[in-house]
């Protein structure tokens, strides 16, 4: 049984990173160490995670010294894990028993598959289907999902998807990591999942969503933010200026000069006009100027191509 590395980023999320936790001890597939990352919280998160799971040999704690938001913090799980597969999940998830275990016999099934994902049951979407497959639309940079926003009961399933990514929850060979490098963190947050993805796919390997294996993603509305705006991936100034740049960012690495023609003409007018629209429709100002600052520094950022990035 091959060792799985099981790597928890996470900032200010005491209890819902606990519920976390606990989930993956109750996997079927035993052979597993957990690395919870901690992107320097400001509340209970550090404490109450040691008290709770210092007899548990397989939890260890990191803290980190700043904050290296989800690329970062995955990266620093990198450098510690051991497993032959490393899974990263973010926080806000409660995984299924068998998902860890359904997940390594799908690896195991080819060596040039290099990534693997659950399906995630979205409980903030009334328990729809995030994406059973993930690509992009390079023309208008937009991401083309399927069955988003679906029942699981009401479409049929294959076993696995091909997918070009797996945001929220990712089980990577160690060698991948090897050959492609850890999540870029000139992204910050927002599309470095996206990226890791691409760059395994570019590297020659294949990826896939595994629908029998499942994962039940939280989500939630923090402090401060309207639930609209969440569910638009600007539910903050900070975050909606990287949402902003990093569409830009990701787009002149993968896309061709072709779809930059037709995006530079056409598409990010329409989606920084929206999306500033619907802040200041919601009263968010501060949304609203960070979309135009990041969109501005997006366009002027420049971008390497590289396929390895160092860790």
């Given amino acids: 049984m091959k060792l799985v590395s099981v790597i928890i980023p996470t900032y200010n999320r005491a209890h819902m990173l606990c519920d976390c936790i606990d989930s993956v001890l109750r996997s079927t597939y035993t052979n597993l160490e957990i690395i919870v990352v901690d992107n320097k919280s400001t509340d209970q998160t550090v404490e109450l995670a040691r008290s709770k799971y210092q007899d548990i040999t397989q939890v260890r704690i990191v803290k980190l010294k700043k904050n290296m938001m989800a690329a970062g913090g995955r990266n620093a799980g990198i450098k510690r894990a051991k497993g032959d597969y490393l899974l990263f999940i973010d926080n806000d998830n409660i995984v299924c028993p068998d998902m860890i275990q359904r997940l390594v016999e799908e690896m195991e099934q080819d060596v040039h598959i290099g990534l693997v994902g659950p399906l995630s049951i979205d409980k903030y979407n009334n328990d729809k289907i995030w994406l059973a ?33 797996s945001p929220n929850v990712m089980m990577v060979r160690k060698n991948v990591i090897e050959a492609v490098g850890g999540f870029a963190r000139n992204y910050y947050a927002m599309y470095e999942e996206a990226d890791f993805g691409y760059r395994i796919k570019k590297a020659g390997f294949q990826a896939y969503i595994v629908t029998d294996a499942r994962t039940y993603h939280l989500g939630t509305v923090g402090e401060g933010e309207q639930e609209k705006l969440r569910h638009l991936g600007i539910g903050f100034p900070e975050r909606a200026f990287h949402f902003a740049k990093n569409r830009t960012v990701f787009m002149k690495k993968y896309a061709r000069w072709y779809h930059m023609f037709s995006y530079y003409l056409v598409f990010i007018h329409i989606f920084t006009i929206y999306y500033v629209f619907m802040a200041l429709k919601y009263g968010r100002k501060d949304i609203a100027a960070a979309l135009i600052r990041g969109t501005v520094r997006g366009i002027l950022q420049k971008v390497e191509k590289e396929v390895k990035v160092q860790i």
């Fill in 133 to 165: 497959s993930g690509d992009y639309n390079f023309f208008t940079s937009m991401p083309k999902t399927l069955y988003s926003g679906k029942k699981v009961e009401d479409v049929a399933l294959d076993k696995h998807y091909k997918t070009c990514y």
